[in-house]
Each structure stands twice: as structure tokens, then as C-alpha cells.
């Protein structure tokens, strides 16, 4: 009977569902916590980025634009099929991908079972499943948290991979056939998470070079054809992104263009470890790769393709890590310490905000627990532990230095250090178990040892509140606090005059953020001068070219149509490939009688935007007739076929008869 209850407890089913289950817990009461949050239902940043294109694509722009893509493409549709099921219920989508993550999970416990036993499993699954910062991506409708969840698969099937031909006949051609098919799938398991988290990319190359040299005992023809498998199926996800991008762009990018970008951000002069944009970057995923391609194209003296600009600054990251090798060694250093710190490198949300509106957040491992314990696993098990899962994690690690370290860019580590803290975990227990008490101290020695190393070597971020009240003023904005903004807003600017070198070359920018929310709440409550003000010196601070909009709008209605078209006109020098500036100048110059110089912009702006079906549209709408709107409505039909019968579409038509 006790034999029967081992057995059962030790079922690969009990451990998947046992871990399943108990991962949904804190799962659930986070998501419970997080509803009540003042930031629960703020989308920022990246996230905002990802809905937009999400319910492009729920619209029917199924390419997402006429350009390369610019940050790994596979979420926006993943979230797009999410919205069609539950809507844009935040609760319902972070409850998916809370399920997702569970389920990762579970299978990060199966990996730990085949490789080191069902009770090794259970706690690596256990681990995985109270991971903090995993729990909080989840919550974020961000990439991170689904790509983890599928790292975790991933894991388990590599296991499965290897210990099913460790212990078979490498001589069985048939057996040799059904790995390599199990290698191609999942090799495509993992090329579908590259097309979440592009770094994986070099740990998937990684990857496919070690399986050629782990399989070279049976023979070099059997270890390439794994390899190749495997490979192929990698690439298989990856192809029709790279066809996409050539169709649309006319370049060869195998996934996205941001790549230069991001290495220079962790390579270039400015480079710390953390995220560190260069001044001409403003902070904004719909903004920052457009000021990398402009800021290229001036320095090189002509307009360069996204793919060129990529290059560009590749090169220029290299030159400056060649320049000074001492820096540059440094740094990586130093990045390795980042990577290896128990703290947070926060970006996007603010983990420490989220720990004071959700508290069970404070109670959950992070990077703290899991980078010590999986230390001492390693040095306990390594001889135990399969080559290529050592390898896999050693690659995904790797895989970060060459850029910047956010903390939620260290997620994809979190099944693989579960796997070998679970093993810690196991062998304590059996060793308090059995009172086998010198193996008992051993084990904690060793994990206190690990915990001491990371507090010793490790780099934590520094505290940085005006960060915090950055998040804060989007969260008062996005709940019409208005007279919250005000007060976060003036704090912030004391906080710029009390510190005025503690922000570097982003000061500036910092300050157009704050004098930016000082302006809108103004406006909002009934203080639109005062606000125009605001805005004015916002502008002076960091031109944009949605705050010269603003600002020419208000002038028009408050100052003058002749002060409002002197801006519009100022804001288009600043700005010349902004083919909305440019309508709003066109409305105004029609306005005063100035026809000839409207059309001229609005011409303009058909020739900046050919991909914008919106620009073509309006652009079509105010020619009204003649050749150039014509051609700006065909290419408007051109982009939405689907408009080409709509009454809109019709009268314009009769228009232009």
C-alpha cells in the first residue's frame, strides 16, 4: 500500500496537475489585488505599443505597416486573439496569461523530473510557480510573461529530447529518425519564442551547435542531421517574418530592426548596464526607433532604411567598445553583476509600486532566491545535469550581455533556475528526511555561501523616485486625477532643481515630461491659458511633435489663427516628416485664404505618409479634385480595399468627377 501512495505521488501527472494547481494560487490572488490597483488598468509604454497593434490587427492590418518590424512580432497577434475571445477585459487577458505561466510551470516540473527526480521536479515546479517578478509580468499585457510560460515547455521537451536517446540504441535508424523529428518540433517550439524574446535567438544557435557535438558519438552524419533538425525547425517560425519584412520594407531583416539600436544602448559611450538611451532618444517604443533612423540619417547625410540604420549603429556600438578595451571590459563586468543582482532593473512598470498596491507580491521569491539556489544546484548536481540544459542556460544568460539589463529581461531564466534550486531544495529535504545531518549542512553551506557571493558581487539598481512618479503621473492621468497630475508634476520639477546633475542628459526630457502633465491638467480643469504656457515651455524643454500640435490647436482658439499658423509653421521646420503637422498646418493656412500654400502641405503629407491610410484619406478628402487626389485616393483603396464601396470612398468619388 505505501509502495501504491509512492508511486502515485511520484506520477508525472500528479506533479504537472500538483504544480498546475498551486502555481494559480498566488496567481489568482495577485490578479484579485491587482484589480483594486491604482495603476491596474494603466497601459504604458510597451504595453500601449502592443495594444495598439493589436487592435490594428483586429481591424484588419494584418502586415502592421509598410516597414520592417521594429520589436518582436508574435505578441500583438497573441493578444489580438486573446481580445477576440474576452474583449479588452485587462482581468480576463492577464487571467490567460496567468494560466499560460501556470502551465509553465507545470512542465518546468516535469523537466526537473526527468532530470533529477520526481522530488527535485515538485520543487523546481514550486519554485517556478512563486517566482515574484514572473507572477508580475503576467500581469502586465507584456511579451515576457507568455515567452517564459513557453520556456518552460521548451525545457521540459529538451529533457525529454535527451534523456530518451541517452538511453536508447543510436545505432536504431528508426529511433534515430523519431529524434530528429522531436528535435525539428522543438526547435519550432523554440522559434516561435524567439519571435517574443529575440535575444533567444543566439541561445537557440548556441543550442544547435551543441546538439551536433552531443550527438557526435554516433557518428558525425547522425550529430548534423540532429543539428540540422533542429535548426531547421528554428527557423521555420522565423522565415515568414523575414518574407514579410522583405515584401514590405524591400530589406533583408530576418526579424526585427531594432537590433543596432539596442546594442548600442548597451555598448555605446553612454552605456552603464541598465537601460541608458542616448540624449537624441525620447522615451517612447512608438518614438525611440524613429530617433535612432533620423539621427542616423543625419550623420550620415542622407536618409537611411531602417535596416541600414540598424547597422549603422552596430558599428558605431563596436567602434566605442574598441576605442577604450579597458571600458568595454568594464562594463560587461559590470553587466554580469547586473545579471546576477537580486534586485529589479525596472523599465516599463514599477515593480516596487506594484509590491505597495498588491502585497503579495512582497511576500514572493525573486532573483534573490532563485540566483543563490540555483548556484548551489549547480555546484552540487552539474555532473548530474544534462549538457545541453547547462548549456541552454549558460546561452540564455549569455545572450543578455551583449545589450542592457532590465530585470524582466532576465524572466526567460526563470524555469532554468528553478531546475537546479529545486534540486537544492530536494536534496535538503531528503537529507532532513533521512537525518542524514553532515549532507543537510553541506547543502545549506553551500546555499549560504551562493546567497552571500550575490550580495557580495551583485549589482542593485539605485533607487530612483522620480521614475516612480513618472509611472505615477500616467496612472493619475489615466484615472483623471487632474489635480494629482498638478501636484506630481510641480514635485517633480522641484525635485529637477534640487538635483540638477543627478539626471544627466535626460534632465531635460524629464522636465518637458513633467512641465507636459502640468499643461494637461491645467487645460482639463478649465485653465487652458496657464496650460498653453506649460505646454510652451514643455516644447522649449524637448520639442515633440504632438506638443506643437497641442499648442498650435490652443493658439488657434485662444491667441490667433495668424499665431497658430506662425507655430505650425516652426513646428514643421522641427519636425518635416511629420505628415500630421503638416495637415494641421494646411487646415489653418486654408483657413486665411492662403490656398496654393495648403495644398502644397497637403501634398507634402501624401508624399511623407504613402503607408498611412488615414493621411491619404484626409489628403483626398481636402484636395477634393485633381491628379494628386486621385492618386492619394487610390492609395488609400490600395491599403483598405476592404473601403473601396463605402459611402465615405463614394462621395469622394463624385467629387472628383
Given amino acids: 500500500m505505501k509502495l501504491r501512495r509512492f508511486r502515485l505521488a511520484g506520477g508525472a501527472g500528479i506533479t504537472a496537475l500538483g504544480v498546475f494547481a498551486l502555481a494559480l494560487v498566488p496567481r489568482l490572488i495577485y490578479l484579485a489585488q491587482l484589480g483594486g490597483a491604482p495603476g491596474g488598468r494603466l497601459l504604458y509604454l510597451d504595453a500601449q505599443y502592443y495594444a495598439e497593434q493589436a487592435a490594428r490587427i483586429l481591424g484588419g492590418d494584418w502586415i502592421l505597416g509598410l516597414r520592417p518590424f521594429e520589436m518582436a512580432p508574435l505578441y500583438p497577434f497573441l493578444l489580438a486573439g486573446a481580445v477576440s475571445l474576452v474583449g479588452w477585459d485587462f482581468q480576463a487577458l492577464r487571467l490567460i496569461q496567468m494560466v499560460l505561466g501556470a502551465a509553465g510551470c507545470a512542465a518546468t516540473g516535469l523537466a526537473g523530473r526527468r532530470l533529477f527526480g520526481p522530488g527535485a521536479g515538485f520543487a523546481a515546479g514550486l519554485l517556478a510557480a512563486g517566482a515574484g517578478p514572473l507572477i508580475f509580468e503576467e500581469g502586465n499585457l507584456l511579451k515576457e510573461g507568455p515567452a ?74 547522425r550529430a548534423w542531421q540532429g543539428a540540422g533538425a533542429f535548426g531547421l525547425g528554428l527557423l521555420l517560425p ?22 543596432g539600436e539596442s546594442f548600442y544602448m548597451g555598448n555605446g559611450p553612454q552605456a552603464n548596464g541598465f537601460y541608458s538611451p542616448p540624449p537624441f ?39 566605442s567598445l574598441a576605442a577604450d578595451p579597458g571600458r568595454a571590459v568594464r562594463l560587461y563586468l559590470r553587466k554580469l553583476r547586473i545579471l546576477l543582482a537580486s534586485g529589479y ?21 525573486g532573483f534573490g532566491v532563485l540566483i543563490p539556489l540555483a548556484l548551489a544546484g549547480l555546484a552540487i548536481g552539474w555532473r548530474r545535469a544534462d549538457r545541453l540544459v547547462l548549456i541552454f542556460g549558460a546561452a540564455i ?58 550580495r557580495t558581487i551583485g549589482l542593485e539598481p539605485k533607487p530612483a523616485p522620480f521614475f516612480e512618479n513618472i509611472f505615477l503621473l500616467h496612472v493619475a492621468e489615466q484615472r483623471q486625477d487632474f489635480q494629482g497630475m498638478e501636484r506630481i508634476g510641480r ?24 512641465l507636459l502633465a502640468i499643461g494637461r491638467a491645467r487645460i482639463q480643469t478649465g485653465r487652458a491659458g496657464s496650460g498653453l504656457e506649460a505646454l510652451r515651455r514643455s516644447y522649449r524643454a524637448r520639442p515633440r511633435a504632438d506638443v506643437a500640435a497641442a499648442i498650435v490647436g490652443l493658439e488657434s482658439k485662444l491667441v490667433s489663427p495668424a499665431a497658430a499658423e506662425r507655430s505650425a509653421a516652426a ?10 503637422l503638416r495637415l494641421q498646418w494646411a487646415e489653418l493656412l486654408s483657413a486665411r485664404g492662403a490656398p496654393q500654400r495648403a495644398r502644397a502641405q497637403l501634398e507634402a503629407a501624401a508624399r511623407i505618409a504613402p503607408g498611412d491610410p488615414a493621411v491619404q484619406f484626409e489628403v483626398a478628402r481636402r484636395l477634393g479634385s485633381g491628379p494628386a487626389a486621385r492618386a492619394a485616393l487610390d492609395r488609400f483603396l490600395a491599403l483598405k480595399p476592404e473601403e473601396r464601396d463605402s459611402p465615405a470612398v463614394t462621395a469622394l468619388r463624385e467629387q472628383q468627377r
Fill in 491 to 514: 514635485g517633480l520639477l522641484a525635485e529637477l532643481e534640487a538635483h540638477p546633475r543627478s539626471f544627466g542628459s535626460r534632465r531635460a526630457e524629464l522636465r518637458a515630461e513633467a
Fill in 571 to 580: 513646428a514643421v521646420a522641427d519636425f518635416p516628416a511629420d505628415s500630421y
Fill in 148 to 221: 517564459t510560460g513557453l520556456l518552460g515547455l521548451f525545457l521540459w521537451g529538451l529533457a525529454a529530447v535527451e534523456t530518451t536517446e541517452t538511453a536508447g540504441d543510436s545505432s536504431d535508424r528508426r529511433a534515430a529518425g523519431a529524434g530528429s523529428l522531436k528535435l525539428l518540433l522543438l526547435g519550432a517550439l523554440l522559434g516561435a519564442i524567439v519571435l517574443l524574446r529575440e535575444q533567444l535567438l543566439i541561445a537557440g544557435a548556441v543550442l544547435t551547435l551543441a546538439i551536433a557535438w552531443r550527438r557526435r558519438r554516433g557518428g558525425w552524419s
Fill in 281 to 319: 532618444v525620447r522615451l517612447d517604443p512608438k518614438l525611440e526607433h524613429e530617433d535612432f533612423l533620423i539621427e542616423a540619417s543625419r550623420r550620415e547625410g542622407r536618409r537611411l532604411r531602417p535596416a541600414e540604420s540598424s547597422r549603422y549603429w552596430f558599428r558605431e556600438a563596436l567602434s
Fill in 238 to 259: 522565423i522565415l515568414p517574418v523575414t518574407a514579410r519584412n522583405l515584401a514590405v520594407g524591400g530589406e533583408w531583416v530576418l526579424l526585427t530592426t531594432s537590433g
Fill in 397 to 454: 544568460g549569455a545572450a543578455l550581455l551583449p545589450f542592457f539589463v532590465f530585470g524582466r529581461f532576465r524572466l526567460p531564466l526563470i524555469p532554468w533556475l528553478a531546475l537546479f534550486g529545486g534540486l537544492v531544495v530536494a536534496r535538503a529535504a531528503a537529507a532532513l528526511r533521512e537525518r542524514r545531518r553532515r549532507e543537510l549542512a553541506a547543502v545549506v553551506l553551500i546555499t549560504l555561501l551562493m546567497l552571500g557571493a550575490q
Fill in 345 to 365: 532593473p525596472e523599465d516599463n512598470y514599477s515593480f516596487s509600486l506594484y509590491r505597495r498596491w498588491c502585497p503579495i507580491l512582497s511576500f514572493l521569491p
